[in-house]
């Protein structure tokens, strides 16, 4: 499960300033609207379905009442699963909508005060719309456009769902400043968010991998080398554990089977040859008849 806040600076900068109206950002996230007709997507929110584009800008826009020019006044997250993942939910595009409203609870709930206690806000008490996305497309920094395979613009194969969120810089009480993107980690731990999301898929939908998969490339981009080699060790641990369980479940089976097996020569009756009658050949003679 990929779910990501985007730092507009370091990406998506083309699409939108956070500092501005978010316009810019709902304009390019219409972008498969034309080719869908009456079936597009509509926003969604915490509680509301349906929500269309103007009600997204000007709830967005008018949310952050006092606040600097040069301040965020929306951020945007991304929210990706892998194609196993949407498999398990049976590509069922409502159950990862409410996926979704669970991230954004996740997401309130790992806000806290500069004392470090939280701020106890909960999704309902966002301003959020999330819109699903079935293509993803080539940019041009991908490595298929630069070697000439693809053209940037082009959809990339497969399964691409994934789902964007706009969220205000401010909950609905326009008085809560919440700054996911904050250098601190003690106001909110991004690592912890993530984890927390995976985690939370995993355990909602009995799954196994979500968590494990974003703790293993947490800690080979981000941990010490002292990290990276305790994990690698683990995971080794763990492999030659697993290994040794399936290797006596498969001895425990075939003992199992050779106790269950019947003694085929006892229980089979005893079988005599059979006795052919071998006839002589009518040769047109009989015996004594001379010629």
């Not at 699963?81 to 909508?97: F, I, Q, T, V, W």
Request: proline share 4%.
């Amino acid at each position: 499960m990929y779910v990501k806040v985007i730092n507009p600076k370091k990406h998506g900068k083309t699409e939108y300033n956070n500092a501005g109206s978010c316009i810019n950002l709902v304009n390019y996230l219409s972008k498969e609207d034309k080719d869908k007709g009456s079936e597009m997507e509509f926003y969604f929110t915490h509680d509301k379905d349906m929500v269309t584009s103007l009600e997204v800008i000007k709830s967005i826009d008018n949310n952050c009442p006092n606040i600097e020019k040069t301040e965020a006044k929306f951020y945007s997250l991304v929210i990706a699963p892998r194609p196993e993942e949407m498999d398990h939910l049976k590509n069922n595009k409502e159950e990862l909508k409410t996926y979704v409203r669970d991230v954004m609870n996740i997401y309130a709930q790992n806000f806290n005060k500069k004392d470090g206690s939280p701020k106890h806000i909960q999704g309902k008490d966002l301003v959020y719309y999330a819109k699903l996305e079935e293509n993803r497309y080539y940019q041009g920094t991908d490595e298929e456009v630069k070697q000439g395979i693809a053209k940037q613009g082009d959809v990339m194969p497969g399964d691409n769902t994934h789902v964007h969120v706009i969220v205000s810089r401010k909950d609905k009480s326009k008085e809560i400043k919440l700054s996911p993107l904050t250098t601190s980690k003690k106001l909110f731990h991004r690592r912890d968010f993530k984890s927390e999301c995976c985690k939370h898929f995993d355990k909602k939908y009995d799954y196994e991998g979500s968590g494990k998969e974003l703790e293993k490339h947490i800690v080979m981009t981000e941990g010490t080398i002292d990290e990276r080699i305790a994990y690698i060790n683990k995971e080794y641990d763990q492999r030659e554990a697993l290994q040794e369980k399936n290797s006596k479940e498969q001895e425990q089976s075939q003992n199992k089977i050779q106790e269950q097996k019947p003694d085929i020569l006892k229980q089979a009756p005893e079988q005599k040859p059979e006795q052919k009658n071998e006839q002589k050949p009518n040769t047109g003679y009989s015996l004594g008849h001379n010629m």
